[in-house]
């Protein structure tokens, strides 16, 4: 499959616990995208990565999440101390270099906080 | 006011009608526009990708964009049982944030 993978598909947390989530991006993607889709909104951007390097956080909550790339493996959205708030869809997407190169999107994780 | 509003629906179109989603923007500042398509419990597939005013048809799909009204709209001829699905329209400026509407989900009938 050469799509967006993320994994798990599925994930359920206590209040307090952390989550990560995982995201490889299409073979020949070298940009990573996270977004939140929470019940009866639109996807919200969130964080824009390259290899090594957070480009854009500027939709990312100040506390408790964090998202990196590293040089080797799959981006990972991580969420400290995980609030009921918390629970929603997070989708990933990949793009090519350029600014006008399109996004691609996984099929997310759905995180669900008890 | 949102930056994107699109069509609330829900959109209900018998077998072989044409389904036509809307979506309108307050920014000037977007260049680029989307269309993706959603399936219940699936990540959003992109359908159509335009940067310019105009018409694009790829299929079934033709997608419009009037830039000068700040609207962007899709058509599905022949619609079947398997568009049905939720459509997202998504835009960005030239900074790689996009940014999407709600959402219209539409059921075809068979």
């Known amino acids: 499959n050469a799509g967006v993978m993320q994994n798990p598909r599925h994930l359920v947390r206590r209040r307090g616990q952390e989550a990560r989530l995982r995201c490889s991006p299409m073979?020949?993607?070298?940009?990573v995208y996270w977004y939140r889709q929470l019940p009866e909104e639109g996807l919200k951007f969130m964080v824009y990565?390259?290899?090594?390097?957070?480009?854009?956080e500027s939709g990312m909550p100040k506390e408790r999440f964090s998202a990196e790339f590293p040089k080797e493996g799959p981006s990972i959205l991580r969420i400290q101390q995980v609030v009921r708030g918390d629970s929603a869809a997070y989708f990933c997407?990949?793009?090519?270099?350029?600014?006008?190169?399109?996004?691609?999107f996984g099929d997310g994780t759905r995180l669900s906080i008890l | 006011q949102k930056e994107v509003e699109q069509d609330p629906g829900p959109l209900s179109v018998p077998e072989g009608a044409i389904v036509s989603l809307n979506c309108t923007y307050s920014?000037?500042?977007?260049?680029?526009f989307m269309w993706y398509r959603q399936y219940s419990r699936k990540g959003p597939e992109l359908l159509m990708y335009?940067?310019?005013?105009g018409n694009k048809e790829d299929g079934r799909f033709t997608a419009q964009v009037d830039k000068s009204s700040k609207y962007i709209s899709l058509f599905i001829r022949d619609s079947q049982p398997s568009d049905s699905a939720t459509y997202l329209c998504?835009?960005?400026?030239?900074?790689?944030?996009?940014?999407f509407g709600a959402g219209t989900t539409v059921t075809v009938r068979a």
């Open positions: 990565l390259q290899k090594e390097n957070i480009i854009d």
């Open positions: 073979k020949g993607h070298s940009h």
């Open positions: 920014n000037s500042a977007f260049q680029y």
């Open positions: 997407a990949s793009s090519q270099q350029g600014r006008d190169q399109p996004q691609h």
């Open positions: 335009t940067y310019s005013s």
């Open positions: 998504a835009m960005n400026r030239n900074d790689y944030k996009l940014s």
